[in-house]
């Protein structure tokens, strides 16, 4: 049960070989062993799971099989999900049942997914280790070699995501990068995930952390199967003014394309000191795999790729520090009882944010305040603009960007906690692409000495998810990457 890729389950309960309801009980019995241990779920919903692999099933007998039909998948609960309690990963939002299903997940329920429960996450996706989130850690299902006690990271902020789908407790889940929270999990946790281009997949019913950067997207066990959630997911959606009124392309049909003819840039900047050298060695090994597959690899500059993390945490903190005020406990979410009104905010805002939470308020607070708006976040945005104008000017000349997703493999709990700036340094590969609001895919290509995955980073034109699939499906094919992490269902 446990074997088979998401394309390959569908194919398997249209052919009949197998139930969604035993696909669905098989997931569900090795969520109740793991989760335990990986909490990659917060909640888990096995009835409504049940009851929806059982419609599954009567469609599929009726030749009705969509898309999805059938699939069990996890949900980050980031996304709504109608009667089912939505946290972000905080305690503001720990008693929140939303009364609406957010656009995204509607649209896998309407090609007939099924959902197992809703995956933890840094609260409100602040994070890059999941080790924000208020309803505890996610173990990395993945092991050092010379040390099975250190408990790793799965990376964030859908670090439950990529746990779940790593350690094949779901055959794929939704996510979301605002900047790089699809991506760097997806690397630390040996699987795939795709941020499409902004727009692409409406953010209505998404809780909002940046609403200029988040996007939704997959992570699944590999290529073929994110182009198929992805396919899913994306639309037009009229609810989200900033959703594109595109025509969604056959992603899956991408994945064969192959890169035969195609320009490749590798960007001089995407190094940063005290990288590993193994993940310049695989930075190498893709581009020759991708040449050798007749692709031409193009060296090309993109100069304020520096400046990248510092405007993403001027941007990001401003836009999370207007979003997160409607968290008053007065309409819904906890509420601490006050004095007046005033000392309800307060207590409420107190207790219900943790840490991090806090300190982006803060951040985004001054940096929008009167004195100060013009020296960060006015300037912010006009580097965010010189980000877009670099891979505007250089997908002039190359079709899609090779480099690492991530300056490191998975680090353990507990590490890189020293002070913020040090957690942030993971998103350097990551955000330049969400402030440029371009697709990005992390495909797992390797290992490093401690036999922990790697990932590279495909990056694409706007609108070009097709380009990015067809790179990232030639990498795969070429790393013939099949380990599995220590931790996992039908181990
Ligand atoms: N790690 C980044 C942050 O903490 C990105 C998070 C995300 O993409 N949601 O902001």
Redesign the pocket.
Known sequence: MFDFSLAQARDALRARKISSRELTRAYLDAIEKLNPRLNAYITVTPERALAQADAADAALAGGQGKALTGIPLAIKDLFCTEGVRTTAGSRILDNFVPPYESTVSANLLRDGAVFLGKANL?EF????SNMTSAFGAVENPWKRRADATAVLVPG???GGSAAAVAARLALGATA???????R?PASFCGIAGIKPTYGRCSRWGVVA??SS??QAGPVARNVEDCAILLGSMAGFDPKDSTSADRAVPDFAAACARGVKGLRIGVPAEYTMDGMSSEILELWRRGLGWLRDAGAEIVDVSLPHTRYGLAT??IV?PAEASSNLARYDGVRFGHRENGEDLRDLYERTRAAGFGA?VKR?IMIGTYVLSAGYYDAYYLRAQKIRALILRDFTNVFGRVDALLTPTTPSAAFAQGENMEDPIT??L??IF??PA?MAGIPGMSVPAGLDAQGLPLGLQVLGKPFDEETVFSVAATIERAAGFTTLPAIRAGA
């Open positions: 840094d996706a602040m994070g890059s964030g902020s859908s979301t990068d605002t900047g790089g929270s699809i760097q952390f940046a950067l988040d993403y945490y990001a991090e982006r957690m942030y993971n998103d990551t955000v969400s």
